[in-house]
């Protein structure tokens, strides 16, 4: 029974970082149709340069963290305007590739810079920190996921129902053509909206970093989320976060009791499964095609 | 474009003379070339070779059927496995392993066809591409498949005839991706390829007009799977050592950034792109060693990246040709040509 509670809670602690980077992807996804491949890389290069600022400049910690939320929304931006945008109509096969390719620019800079031997992370928290309520070890860390994970979504819940720029964004996503006549600047709406999506997986990235930090750091949490998303329906931001709580959970357990070889892909096996039931995601609507 | 004016125009291979001695030109020179260089540019011209097979099969998928596969590492290791094991373990005989472990991918591509069936855009994208990370892992736990020590290739025998160079070799790879070549070339014009091209450009008109779209989304997996089965039963004997840390998600990115890069839904697209492609990556390998650019990029690392070295540079490079590609011409090089074509039978004017 604790090995089964010790799982669930090390499931959990997954899993936010699985919905961290799925809700990035969402947020995207909704108001661009972009299934964004490049968040992954967005906060590995973020938190390399949080990192560089710890480390190299030896920066305060809150300074440097102030700054690297920052430079995570000036790097989205910058993406959403300098690359995204100047696509002409792209599909939704330009777009994947477009993604794909600025993952690759951004890994490649980072593993040019910083080599490809894992880093140490100088977090406040180290990975091996830990508490214990009952008989369940529960790693600070972990926790400190749990916790930002908790607080970004109920902050993306109200900011998308209640501030103007979120009922904005909403907007956008439903119809652009329309929110443009309403007045409503959507290629501005769209830049905010990766600068948002790059701060949600700047952060996940930044609580990844203190435990793997190498170039190739996000791949594993990107596609995880990724999946999560696709789960709940790419569109939903309960459904993601949901599908990443039980992505993280049905892993660990199945690596407990199982096989732990597998553990890392049966989440793709599940995505094939859930996906050949309700193609399209657990939590969105089925959506048909007009002629 | 000269208008066609009868069937017989329009399914003809060669079109006109000029087309026929470039192509004898070609032809002339692939049989040459292993004597005219060495040894190196022997295994880069079959690196390459291999790579335009699987390359051409995804086209097929992406370009002209318009779906997405992010998992043709795994079918390609599908076909890598399937040749060796059956060479090795049973005992066939290489033409027949070839074109068997062809076949056992293709099955597999037809039974993730179904899925995709219903999917489309990015649910497409994962599923394929937890395709390709599954069928990896489970070929690296079976004891059968050498597990992740790999499997040495056998040497291939047909008839009285040994294999035993890259030379030798490339003489059957040059004919079978000749063969898989054309046979793309004519499938794209019979029904088959019609109902691919109907689908990809509207797929509830092309049903309308009763093209079935169950069979032919799933034949189109199907082939393009046995096109990367095959390149993978041929890739095992260029490398002569496989193990499942080959084939990784990177490979299936590299696939679809050929196919981007060339241009999809052209027959000579994917042969450019993989071609560029391969080159370029092994080339970017020791890139300080051209010269001027390397000691222009040696400097730029000392002072502004790590005083190491160069490393992880092809992704640089890959990542902004996949970019610049698709903001300025999405038709990839194909398109590049067809416009320059364009221009110079118009000039002056």
């Known amino acids: 029974m604790i090995d089964f509670l010790q799982m669930v809670v090390s499931g959990v602690a997954v899993g936010s970082s699985y919905a961290l980077m799925g809700l990035a992807m969402v947020i995207i996804y909704k108001t661009s149709e972009v299934p964004n491949f490049a968040q992954g890389e967005m906060a590995l290069v973020t ?45 939704i096969l330009g777009t994947i590739v477009i993604t794909i390719g600025l993952e690759m620019v951004m890994l490649g800079l980072v593993s040019w810079k910083f080599g490809a031997e894992q880093k140490t992370m ?48 909403k907007a956008t996503q439903q119809n652009a053509v329309a929110a443009k006549i309403v007045g409503i600047r959507t290629n501005r709406i769209m830049m905010m909206t990766w600068a948002i999506s790059s701060v949600v997986g700047a952060t996940a990235g930044l609580l990844i970093s203190p435990v793997i930090m190498h170039p190739f750091m ?74 | 474009m000269d208008m066609k004016r009868d069937y017989y125009e329009d399914v003809q291979l060669v079109t006109s003379p000029v087309v026929f001695f470039w192509l004898a030109v070609l032809l002339v020179f692939l049989a040459v070339f292993p004597f005219l260089v060495g040894n190196y540019y022997v295994y880069v ?73 219903r999917l489309e855009g990015p649910y497409l994208s994962i599923a394929t591409l937890g395709f390709g990370l599954t069928i990896t892992q489970i070929i690296g736990r079976i004891q059968l498949f050498g597990g992740r020590e790999g499997l040495h290739a056998p040497d291939i025998v047909i008839g009285p005839w040994t294999v035993d160079t890259d030379r030798q070799f490339y003489f059957i790879l040059i004919f079978i991706t000749v063969l898989l070549l054309l046979g793309i070339r004519n499938l794209v014009r019979t029904r088959v ?67 981007v890069v060339g241009g999809q839904g052209s027959l000579m697209g994917p042969v450019v792109g993989a071609g560029l492609l391969c080159w370029l990556d092994l080339k970017l390998r020791n890139i300080l060693d051209i010269p001027f650019l390397g000691d222009w990029l040696e400097t730029l690392s000392r002072s502004w990246f790590s005083i190491t070295g160069v490393s992880n540079i092809q992704y640089i490079v890959f990542g902004s040709i996949m970019v610049a590609i698709m903001l300025f011409e999405p038709l990839g090089l194909y398109g590049v040509w067809l416009r320059t074509k364009r221009y110079w039978r118009t000039w002056p004017f």
Not at chain 1, 74 to 89: D, P, T, W
Not at chain 1, 144 to 156: G, H, P
Not at chain 2, 81 to 98: D, H, R
């Open chain 2, 193 to 259: 390829g019609r109902a691919f091209i109907a689908l990809r450009d509207a797929d509830i008109a092309a049903q309308t007009m009763g093209v079935n779209l169950v069979f032919y989304k799933t034949l189109a997996f199907a082939v393009s799977a046995f096109y990367a089965g095959i390149g993978g039963g041929l890739y095992a004997f260029v490398l002569k050592f496989i193990d499942p840390e080959i084939f990784t998600l990177m490979m299936s990115i590299m696939f679809l950034a050929m196919v």
């Open chain 2, 45 to 117: 011209a079959n690196y390459i070779a291999i790579n335009i097979i699987v390359a051409a099969g995804l086209n097929l998928l992406v370009g002209y059927t318009g779906q997405i596969s992010l998992g043709h590492a795994g079918f390609f290791a599908i076909g890598a496995y399937g040749t060796v094991i059956l060479m090795a373990k049973a005992g066939f005989p290489f033409l027949l392993a070839l074109p068997c472990s062809g076949l056992v991918a293709a099955g597999f591509g037809f039974l993730l066809g179904l899925p995709a069936l």
């Open chain 1, 122 to 169: 100088p977090f406040p928290i180290g990975p091996y920190d830990s508490f214990i309520i009952g008989d369940i070890f529960i790693a600070k860390l972990e926790a400190l996921t749990l916790v930002s994970a908790l607080v970004l979504m109920s902050l993306l819940f109200f900011f998308f129902k209640y501030t103007r720029l979120g009922l904005a964004m």
């Open chain 1, 218 to 291: 996000m791949w594993d949490p990107m596609l995880k989320g990724f999946a999560a998303a696709v789960m709940g329906g790419m569109t939903s931001l309960p459904g993601a976060v949901a599908a990443a709580y039980m992505l993280g959970i049905i892993e660990n357990l199945f690596g407990g009791y199982v096989s732990i070889e597998f553990k890392s892909v049966v989440a793709f096996a599940i995505i094939v499964l859930v996906l050949c039931v309700k193609p399209s995601g657990l939590f969105a609507r089925h959506y048909v095609k007009k002629v």
């Open chain 1, 47 to 91: 938190s390399f340069f949080t990192m560089m600022l710890l480390t190299t400049f030896g920066y305060p910690v809150w300074l440097a963290f102030c700054l690297a939320f920052m430079f995570a929304a000036a790097l989205g931006a910058f993406l959403e305007f300098a690359v995204l945008r100047r696509a002409k109509n792209p599909n």
